[in-house]
């Protein structure tokens, strides 16, 4: 069979194939058109599962004469020549999305410039256009398609139900509207308004309008070249699959796997398994180290350095994440859902109360007998009904940190069945046992303590509500936190091995993890490259396993080729101490005196994210008084 050359049709309706995959992709290139042409307000109408679509702007509108121009293929204002396409400042730039949706379509382009007297309008049936008319119109220009895809009958029967193409056209336009806060964006369905998004006038105040959770925080990272900028919702406020982390790159909507996992490490101990973080990231660079143009429907970009992309999303969502923003500066607890973050850790060496080693309760036999009122039932107390809101607030004084060993931590750890967790019974790593300055005006120093429940909640209150903190999740992260600082801050034991520990892996995944060597130094563990195909490992802190080093190498450089960057090894050093952590302290059942339960609060205050344990589990639960007083009927 003979090479033909393809009639223009059939090559119009490929090219529709990849631009218009749905009609959600064409809502998408539409709207760009308008921001392109500089509209502040943008109308979107959409019916029959998308086959009908209608976009109003008030953009610069186009001349007569470049009108039935923009139906041709690869014909564009936007560039000129090859090198414009690593200086784009427009969302469009490959003149094909008109042309494709016209292709597949009926199209009636109706547009005005500012000066004009009339507007112009054009007609085009499936590709073939009709003459220009003079119509009357507002500035702007106005697009509507009809019968989308009914000359190519097999893919319209690929298309997923009305309301499925639906959803798809306002996810879209939730991203738009999350690029661009500074237009206006009315969305109707079938004739009915479904959004309104008013103009804003920053990031956060767009994405709070739009992922209606308020307050929403702000973090900022730059990584060389590369700058990341995030609004997110705190760990409270979370989804139950990815949908909600919303990814733009040069201010484009897009799909990135390694990205998506930046923003999960960032809030990594933070959430449950199955929770996934609320978040809008932005990422920046100079456009010559990021490639726009490698995806028909422009969804997904290259960088010249993922991992730099990566470090910096990390690092604005983690750098005020760590800060824990939903906790005021006074230390009271701002209430956002259901649970209201607490968290903490203990100083369980409390003089006053001995323990005993055979359950770890606390005898409480030489303690003092606390003082008992009596009041008769007839007494003139009982006649009066009174309610009052206090305000505690207790004198902060030094805490002394408890001593804690790694050989201590592993013993518990092991003694429960522990695997992942290794030691050297010979030597002993102090966890770092300076005496943390207190934090004046701390939240949880500032819970009066009424007592434990279940010998499992600590149980408090605080100005208008309880509050009810899980005493082992806790004193967990507060374990977990000075691990992790001994870890980090180089104070542990590391191992110089006789001779090097060998790790086979790909010549890819070897040259990409040498390029982290000085990192994964700061994190005790020193490599080197023994060939081309093997990773020699000359020294490690002593309490990981051989056998997890190999595999956290393994996986870090798997990561390092794949997403461009890589936190294994501290999550693996991570998920160890949580381990560590959660085997070696207060468990639930556990009594505890007055003062050894203060003292938690007190130390928790030291913690930012003590909201929450190593595992993502909240750390306490408030019942506010208003609750309370409606569920005795004193108010309705």
Not at 344 to 362: E, H, I, M, R
């Amino acid at each position: 069979m003979s090479i033909q050359v393809l009639s223009p049709e059939v090559v119009d309706q490929i090219a529709a194939g990849e631009v218009v995959e749905r009609p959600a992709h064409l809502v998408k290139e539409l709207v760009e058109n308008s921001i392109d042409a500089g509209a502040t307000r943008v109308h979107v109408e959409f019916y029959d599962g998308g086959r009908i679509v209608k976009v109003i702007d008030n953009g610069k509108g186009m001349s007569p004469e470049d009108l039935p121009k923009s139906l041709d293929r690869f014909a564009t204002s936007k560039i000129s020549k090859s090198d414009d396409l690593w200086k784009l400042k427009t969302f469009g730039f490959r003149g094909e999305a008109l042309a494709s949706i016209s292709s597949v379509s009926k199209m009636t382009l109706t547009t005005r410039r500012e000066g004009d007297e009339q507007a112009y309008q054009l007609i085009s049936e499936y590709g073939k256009k009709q003459p220009i008319d003079r119509v009357g119109g507002s500035q702007g220009t106005t697009v509507l398609m009809e019968n989308l895809f009914e000359n190519m009958p097999a893919r319209l029967k690929f298309l997923k139900s009305d309301a499925a193409e639906h959803t798809a056209i306002k996810t879209t336009l939730k991203a738009m509207a999350l690029a661009h806060h500074d237009v206006e964006i009315r969305i109707q369905e079938n004739s009915k308004l479904v959004n309104f998004w008013p103009a804003c006038k920053d990031r956060k105040e767009r994405a709070e309008q739009i992922l209606e959770i308020k307050p929403l925080f702000v973090g900022e990272a730059s990584r060389e070249y590369v700058k990341a900028y995030a609004v997110f919702a705190d760990p409270h406020n979370v989804a139950k699959t990815a949908k909600n982390i919303w990814l733009f790159a040069q201010n484009r909507w897009i799909q990135d796997r390694s990205l998506q996992a930046a923003v999960n490490e960032a809030y990594r101990s933070l959430l449950m398994h199955g929770e996934f973080p609320i978040a809008a990231v932005w990422v920046e660079t100079d456009p010559e180290y990021i490639d726009v143009n490698i995806h028909p429907t422009k969804s997904q970009v290259k960088f010249h350095d993922p991992s730099l992309a990566f470090r910096a999303v990390a690092g604005a969502l983690r750098s005020t994440l760590e800060k824990a923003p939903w906790i005021q500066q006074s230390g009271q607890l701002r209430s956002q859902s259901q649970f209201n973050e607490a968290g903490g850790a203990v100083d369980y060496s409390d003089p006053s109360a001995t323990f005993s080693s055979a359950k770890g309760l606390p005898n409480f036999a030489n303690q003092p007998e606390m003082p008992k009122e009596n009041l008769a039932f007839n007494d003139s107390t009982f006649k009066t009904t009174q309610f009052q809101k206090k305000y505690f607030n207790f004198p902060q004084s030094s805490v002394q940190q408890p001593r804690m060993d790694y050989q201590t931590l592993a013993s518990a750890a092991e003694s429960r069945g522990d695997f992942e967790v290794a030691m050297n019974t010979q030597t002993a790593a102090e966890v770092s046992s300076e005496s943390v300055a207190p934090v004046s005006g701390g939240y949880w120093s500032s819970l009066e303590v009424l007592g434990q429940a279940n010998l499992t909640y600590i149980v408090t209150q605080h100005r208008d509500k309880m509050v009810f903190v899980d005493q082992h999740a806790a004193h967990e992260r507060v374990a977990y936190e000075k691990l992790m600082n001994a870890w980090k801050g180089g104070k542990i034991d590391i191992q110089d091995f006789l001779f090097p520990l060998a790790i086979d892996m790909s010549p890819e995944k070897v040259e990409g993890i040498l390029l982290l060597a000085k990192d994964i130094e700061r994190l005790g563990v020193y490599i080197e490259a023994l060939g081309p195909g093997t990773i020699g490992v000359k020294a490690a802190p002593l309490f990981i396993k051989e056998s997890i080093l190999g595999k956290v190498l393994d996986r870090m450089a798997t990561e390092v080729v794949d997403q461009g960057g890589s936190y294994s090894l501290e999550r693996a050093v991570g998920d160890i101490c949580a381990t560590m952590a959660c085997h070696s302290v207060v468990r639930a059942g556990q009594a505890l005196s007055v003062d050894q339960m203060k003292n938690l609060l007190r130390e928790m205050d030291h913690f930012p994210l003590s909201s929450f344990c190593p595992h993502g589990r909240p750390v306490s639960v408030e019942y506010p008084f208003y609750k309370l007083e409606k569920d005795f009927g004193r108010i309705v």
